[in-house]
């Protein structure tokens, strides 16, 4: 390494040649220029060639957060694979009646495209230490997960579900925050069975969930 070359994390022994975003195999690094609010010192993080090429994108104020936006931009580019695990259960796609050379294709890959989104997007990145000194990540950890799938954040969760499902992304938030976020997918039937629903009819629905929460409570 020359003597000005940014340093590199350390690396946990099995996770050599791993890519610190999304865990994919890699042989490169991403080297991340601290600017003076940056919480941390310049480093390098490994990094497959797809999350460097994003990371270049989202350099935010942190590693962290640089990180978060790679994990958004990986689920807006693999929208299409993770809603396979979405729309159907592994079981109904192996009983599914798709019986011709094309569909055995497709049932077979399907499965495995879905499995290897949701794996990059939730493979979580070991804690960053230079020489042995921990970095700490100032609670950039936290996320929140939802039907196996762990989303950077809830609102990364309501853009996810709003453009999959076509619903309002503005009601669904709504939602969320009158419901809470334990019970997201409460949120989001709601939010599917209302799609046509009116403004009026929409505003009437949360001013409804809100009473009937401050009753129960
Ligand atoms: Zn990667």
Request: aromatic share 12%; proline share 5%; hydrophobic share 40%.
């Amino acid at each position: 390494m020359p003597a000005n070359a940014i340093p590199r994390i350390d690396i946990p022994f099995d996770k050599r040649h791993t890519c610190w975003f999304c865990g994919e195999p890699c042989d490169q690094y991403f080297d991340y220029h601290s600017q003076p609010h940056s919480p941390h010192p310049s480093l390098a993080v490994p990094s497959c060639s797809e999350c460097g090429k994003l990371a270049k994108q989202h350099l935010l104020t942190s590693i962290w957060d640089c990180r978060m936006a790679v994990k958004d931009a990986l689920m807006r580019i693999y929208a299409k694979h993770l809603a396979i695990g979405i729309n159907w259960t592994q079981a109904e796609l192996a009983e599914s009646e798709f019986s011709c050379k094309v569909f055995e294709g497709f049932k077979q890959s399907a499965w495995m495209m879905y499995q290897i989104a949701r794996e990059r997007i939730n493979a979580p990145a070991w804690p960053i230490m230079l020489d042995g000194i921990a970095i700490e990540d100032q609670g950039h950890h936290l996320d929140f997960e939802f039907n196996g799938i762990r989303y950077s954040s809830v609102q990364a969760a309501i853009d996810y579900f709003s453009s999959q499902f076509s619903v309002d992304k503005t009601f669904l938030a709504k939602l969320v925050s009158v419901v809470g976020k334990a019970r997201f997918s409460y949120a989001l039937r709601l939010a599917r069975i209302h799609i046509a629903a009116t403004k009026e009819l929409k505003r009437h629905i949360l001013a409804e969930l809100q009473e009937e929460l401050a009753n129960d409570r």
